[in-house]
């Protein structure tokens, strides 16, 4: 009986190592690969002054010697604000938060003016999109349609391109007092990405982000916060140079004007391996609660392979080009991670741009 598990155990372990040298050899026959930069940034909206940026052209001019086709942002797609919508409740905080009242107010009166629904919006900014060139009129049209189906950075994109010309009066006050403040925020999505796809001319930003995983968050943490505030190791990780050194570069580059070093560090392997070694181990082999620790660890990661997936999307509609992901840096080791395994896809560093 024994050796019959044993020979049993052997033939798995082989094919399964058999699948994987399958799965290597197919990867390895792609011969056009699709170049996918992940590019770690701090949330930028931290800052509370206005944020000068000139002093981040250095850094898209770099960005734009990569040449990208397609750009994403750590933001809702449309597709799932619908779904959260018509989902748990624990979904309607996660949509004041991270989609905001405002747009939710906006989008519901122009699905009305427009006699669209939200999926049908979406539908239709899409078909709009496949215009590289649009006019003016067209122009106006992706605008509304886009809040209508909740994607406001392509929205805000389109804003950039119209907000000189007369065709701008044909935007209700209220939608352009929105995009105006949208526009202005410090926010990487916007003064980084936003900026990015502007300077190159592209016509949209793939949204990337995902939260379907905050129906469970809330029995998560009333489990791990009794030991989190107990926690020795979480106190002293809040005054670790991990976490300092961040807003240390941060407050440096606000005074030179110099950005590179924070965005250097923050995308580099050793930036990345503090981000398991000293902040993730903390649920995972430190003084928390071990289950409710390794729950808060399963979580980030759907959220984490969720974003990967959403990523693999925009992959899709991009096939052999190149992409870039603009995400908190925190997400960028557990996001190459995964898509170092995905097929046909190549993981591209911010630090290989500046060496060159």
Same mark, same amino acid.
């Given at each position: 009986?024994?050796?019959?598990?044993?020979?049993?155990?052997?033939?798995?372990?082989?094919?399964?190592?058999?699948?994987?040298?399958?799965?290597?050899?197919?990867?390895?026959?792609?011969?056009?690969?699709?170049?996918? %930069?992940?590019? /770690?940034?701090?949330?930028?909206?931290?800052?509370?002054?206005?944020?000068?940026?000139?002093?981040?052209?250095?850094?898209?001019?770099?960005?734009?010697?990569?040449?990208?086709?397609?750009? =994403?942002?750590?933001?809702?797609?449309?597709?799932?604000?619908?779904?959260?919508?018509? /989902?748990?409740?624990?979904?309607?905080?996660?949509?004041?938060?991270?989609?905001?009242?405002?747009?939710?107010?906006?989008?519901?009166?122009?699905?009305?003016?427009?006699? *669209?629904?939200?999926?049908?919006?979406?539908?239709?900014?899409?078909?709009?999109?496949?215009?590289?060139?649009?006019?003016?009129?067209?122009?106006?049209?992706?605008?509304?349609?886009?809040?209508? /189906?909740?994607?406001?950075?392509?929205? =805000?994109?389109?804003?950039?391109?119209?907000?000189?010309?007369?065709?701008?009066?044909?935007?209700?006050?209220?939608?352009?007092?929105?995009?105006?403040? @949208?526009?202005?925020?410090?926010?990487?999505?916007?003064?980084?990405?936003?900026?990015?796809?502007?300077?190159?001319?592209?016509? @949209?930003?793939?949204?990337?982000?995902?939260?379907?995983?905050?129906?469970?968050?809330?029995?998560?943490?009333?489990?791990?916060?009794?030991?989190?505030?107990?926690?020795?190791? =979480?106190?002293?990780?809040?005054?670790?140079?991990?976490?300092?050194?961040?807003?240390?570069?941060?407050?440096?580059?606000?005074?030179?004007?110099?950005?590179?070093?924070?965005?250097?560090?923050?995308?580099?392997?050793?930036?990345? =391996?503090?981000?398991?070694?000293?902040?993730?181990?903390?649920?995972?082999?430190?003084?928390?609660?071990?289950?409710? /620790?390794?729950?808060?660890?399963?979580?980030?990661?759907?959220?984490?392979?969720?974003?990967?997936?959403?990523? %693999?999307?925009?992959?899709?509609?991009?096939?052999?080009? @190149?992409?870039?992901?603009?995400?908190?840096?925190?997400?960028?080791?557990?996001?190459?991670?995964?898509?170092?395994? %995905?097929?046909?896809?190549? *993981?591209?560093?911010?630090?290989?741009?500046?060496?060159?």
């Amino acid at each position: 009986m024994l050796r019959f598990f044993l020979l049993s155990l052997f033939i798995f372990i082989s094919d399964f190592a058999n699948a994987d040298q399958d799965i290597h050899k197919l990867n390895e026959k792609v011969k056009h690969k699709t170049q996918v %930069m992940i590019f /770690g940034s701090i949330h930028l909206n931290s800052i509370e002054n206005k944020l000068n940026r000139d002093t981040l052209l250095p850094i898209l001019d770099l960005l734009e010697t990569y040449q990208p086709t397609a750009i =994403a942002v750590e933001s809702l797609r449309g597709e799932d604000v619908i779904t959260m919508q018509n /989902g748990s409740t624990e979904y309607k905080e996660i949509l004041t938060s991270y989609v905001g009242e405002t747009l939710l107010s906006l989008a519901k009166k122009e699905q009305q003016i427009l006699a *669209v629904s939200s999926t049908e919006a979406i539908i239709k900014m899409n078909v709009l999109l496949e215009n590289s060139e649009l006019n003016v009129e067209q122009t106006v049209e992706v605008i509304k349609v886009a809040i209508a /189906g909740y994607y406001p950075d392509t929205a =805000a994109l389109h804003w950039q391109y119209l907000n000189k010309t007369s065709a701008a009066h044909s935007i209700s006050p209220e939608l352009q007092l929105y995009l105006n403040q @949208r526009i202005s925020s410090n926010n990487e999505r916007i003064t980084i990405a936003t900026a990015l796809a502007s300077k190159i001319n592209l016509n @949209r930003l793939y949204p990337i982000d995902d939260h379907l995983d905050k129906d469970m968050y809330p029995n998560m943490v009333e489990k791990l916060m009794p030991s989190y505030e107990k926690s020795k190791y =979480a106190k002293q990780l809040l005054e670790s140079e991990y976490i300092n050194k961040p807003q240390i570069l941060r407050d440096q580059a606000l005074k030179s004007g110099n950005w590179l070093p924070l965005f250097l560090w923050i995308n580099s392997k050793e930036y990345n =391996a503090d981000v398991i070694n000293k902040d993730w181990i903390l649920f995972a082999d430190k003084d928390l609660d071990p289950k409710a /620790g390794l729950a808060r660890i399963a979580l980030w990661e759907i959220r984490n392979l969720n974003m990967v997936s959403n990523i %693999m999307r925009v992959v899709a509609s991009h096939t052999g080009e @190149r992409v870039i992901i603009v995400v908190g840096s925190t997400h960028k080791v557990f996001l190459e991670q995964y898509l170092s395994n %995905m097929i046909g896809v190549d *993981v591209i560093q911010f630090t290989e741009l500046v060496s060159k």
